[in-house]
């Protein structure tokens, strides 16, 4: 089955902690980005890759990094993270005309 | 990207056909229309797209007007599963969706 998987789905975490939010596709798509969802805000794009070690901002890419070394992954990493990060995150991956989602990544910065 | 226009909420009665409506005037001509919606929390699903002419999938069908500044999603037969957040996003063919607030959908019994 053609998926988008994340993980973890529910983090609570407090400030300063590093961590890594993965997200992995199985249908071999180059396209790949990330976005977090605020109430009255929408979604908004974080960072996208092109492909394998291409990445670029999106809209709020502060106080967030991503790896592309391989097509299936592209983690987010949060180096030290803050309240106003705490959103639901989306992984997204592109075939040339339609974005798949993954299920979410509630996250909680205290 | 040209922004889209969509009313805040709906209701539509189960079994009747569901038209969400969107407004795109800036749209300019190499510029898709998207359709997405998110139930409740949920990762966002993909619904249909076109350019200029109508299109039908098992889902939905999308009709966009002539001069191509507005466009009307149809479910035919609604039921309580298509209650969500329906968007409208008009971007070049480039993968970007820049996303609005959508049209909160509910299907009532």
């Known amino acids: 089955e053609a998926q988008v998987t994340q993980n973890p789905r529910y983090l609570i975490t407090v400030t300063g902690k590093k961590l890594t939010v993965t997200c992995s596709q199985n249908m071999n798509h180059e396209y790949m980005s990330w976005y977090r969802q605020d109430p009255g805000l929408g979604l908004r794009q974080i960072y996208y890759s092109m492909n394998v070690e291409v990445t670029d901002k999106g809209d709020v890419p502060e106080g967030y990094k991503v790896s592309r070394k391989e097509k299936r992954n592209f983690p987010l990493i949060l180096e030290s993270p803050s309240p106003n990060q705490t959103s639901l995150y989306f992984c997204a991956s592109s075939s040339a005309d339609t974005q798949y989602f993954g299920p979410g990544t509630r996250l909680t910065v205290l | 990207d040209a922004k889209t226009t969509q009313p805040p909420s709906m209701d539509c009665a189960e079994g009747r056909a569901a038209n969400l409506p969107c407004n795109h005037s800036t749209i300019s001509g190499n510029e898709y229309v998207y359709w997405y919606r998110q139930i409740h929390s949920q990762g966002p699903q993909y619904i249909i797209h076109g350019l200029k002419n109508n299109e039908t999938n098992e889902m939905a069908s999308l009709i966009i007007t002539e001069d191509r500044k507005s466009s009307t999603l149809i479910l035919p037969h609604a039921t309580l599963r298509d209650t969500a957040v329906y968007y409208c996003?008009?971007?070049?063919?480039?993968?970007?969706?820049?996303w609005g607030l959508g049209t909160s959908l509910a299907v009532n019994p």
């Open positions: 996003i008009a971007l070049l063919y480039n993968r970007k969706l820049i």
